[in-house]
């Protein structure tokens, strides 16, 4: 599976943002997606999963409420949308891809990674 995140950008704090990330192959519905994100200096960090069938979803705190992670198995697509922005957002954002069942919370649990998008939110 190749992924290929998108949408990031700079927005203002309080704007919004939706990254996607396009997933290459026709198994796409069997795997469990997530995103993880990275600022500078810290390690990377858990944001947010979604299940095969989108049905099942679970966030890290720092974003619930703010961010909804959504599924297109149609269209092998995952989506994140970022919602009411602070500055403590700010990272790269990675989307995973989980062959196992269950959802997953720690890196080590994805097997495939996309390249990252930039999300850089200002005071």
């Known amino acids: 599976v190749q992924l290929q995140a998108s949408g990031g950008g700079l927005v203002q704090a309080g704007g919004s943002l939706r990254l996607s990330c396009a997933a290459s192959?026709?198994?796409?519905?069997?795997?469990?997606m997530g995103w993880f994100r990275q600022a500078p200096g810290k390690e990377r960090e858990f944001v947010a999963t979604i299940s095969w069938s989108g049905s099942n979803t679970y966030y890290a705190d720092s974003v619930k409420g703010r961010f909804t992670i959504s599924r297109d198995n149609a269209k092998n697509t995952v989506y994140l949308q970022m919602n009411s922005l602070k500055p403590e957002d700010t990272a790269v954002y990675y989307c995973?891809?989980?062959?196992?069942?269950?959802?997953?919370?720690?890196?080590?649990?994805?097997?495939?990674w996309g390249q990252g998008t930039q999300v850089t939110v200002s005071s």
């Open positions: 192959g026709r198994t796409f519905s069997r795997y469990v």
């Open positions: 995973a891809s989980k062959r196992s069942v269950g959802l997953g919370y720690g890196t080590d649990d994805y097997d495939y």
